[in-house]
């Protein structure tokens, strides 16, 4: 959510750095919604095919990896690409965050859980543009996209230290071919 809101404040920095028309500076934030949108219904299975720390630990890395592309892009068209690639991961680690919370956490505590879990989802709106109008004054728009790299690493180094190994099932079931379309196809 973070990194939608952050990208309403830079918009204006990006396309006077890249020389594009707004039309195409937008697509940095469509393309990452629709990334994000559209990997989202496979995250379960991914968890569960190839067990949910795993998976988690690889999509929280490469979503570090991306947002450093994206700080570092030197056209639009990559801006866009690593932007794509940031949906694709985060659009699998948010699903998975909340996926192994409810396998961790007592149902007592889950109330409570799912409020801790929500608390980005209320904050972001506000504190993304003021966090970006910061960091563009005081920098300039790269920063918005290095600052996923400390919180990635602390992510990461959490993970791999606290998360339970949860056991991949080998004979899960992938979504039809049906259904995927349908998904693809309402997704447009």
């Given at each position: ?38 990997v ?7 968890a ?112 791999v ?5 949860f056991?991949?099932?080998?004979h899960?079931?992938s ?14």
């Amino acid at each position: 959510m973070m990194d939608t809101t952050v990208m309403n404040v830079a918009l204006p920095h990006i396309q006077q750095a890249f020389h594009s028309s707004l039309a195409v500076s937008q697509w940095t934030i469509t393309a990452y919604t629709l990334a994000m949108a559209t990997v989202i219904p496979y995250a379960g299975w991914l968890a569960d095919r190839f067990s949910a720390k795993k998976v988690f630990i690889m999509t929280v890395v490469l979503f570090t990896v991306s947002s450093f592309l994206a700080a570092i892009s030197g056209s639009m068209t990559q801006l866009i690409l690593f932007r794509i690639l940031q949906g694709i991961f985060g659009g699998v680690v948010g699903p998975l965050g909340i996926a192994m919370s409810f396998r961790i956490i007592p149902i007592e505590k889950r109330g409570s859980m799912m409020g801790f879990l929500g608390l980005p989802m209320l904050i972001a709106p506000t504190v993304g543009p003021a966090l970006s109008g910061w960091l563009i004054n005081h920098f300039d728009w790269h920063t918005i996209f290095m600052i996923n790299l400390p919180i990635g690493a602390g992510a990461l180094l959490m993970a791999v230290l606290f998360l339970p190994n949860f056991e991949a099932n080998k004979h899960a079931k992938s979504m039809s071919k049906g259904h995927s379309f349908l998904l693809l196809l309402f997704r447009f």
